[in-house]
Nanobody, 127 residues
């Protein structure tokens, strides 16, 4: 069984920056696709960014493109995932979730489903 643990959320003023981290580990955890999703109060969970398991290609939601950067570090049976968030806006306020999927990345992005999820970390951007 895999475990994903996020950290790095907090309160920041508009225009500021935060860096989220996700430590993913497990008995057979090897190069899955990874992604970040977020959910604001009263809204559905939405895709933010994703990175492929084999060649580190990255994908972003239009709302964060040019402001957020996803990256990963791979280790034996573990992955460290990051989300650098710059020029934050109040509409970025949400609970951010780390996710891992061993199937098609496109499916994870389009259906917002994953094999494993973290517990979430709150990001609040004040105006």
């Amino acid at each position: 069984q895999a475990q994903l643990v996020e950290s790095g959320g907090g309160l920041v003023q508009a225009g500021g920056s935060l860096r989220l981290s996700c430590a993913a580990s497990g008995r057979t955890f090897s190069r899955p696709h990874m992604g970040w999703f977020r959910q604001a109060p009263g809204k559905e969970r939405e895709f933010v960014a994703a990175i492929t398991g084999s060649d580190d290609n990255s994908y972003y939601a239009d709302s964060v493109k040019g402001r957020f950067t996803i990256s990963r570090e791979n280790a034996e049976n573990s992955v460290y995932l990051y989300l650098q968030m710059n020029k934050l806006k109040p509409e970025d306020t949400a609970v951010y979730y780390c996710a891992a999927r061993f199937g098609a990345l496109s499916t994870m992005i389009q259906t917002r489903t994953a094999d494993y999820w973290g517990q979430g970390t709150q990001v609040t951007v004040s105006s």
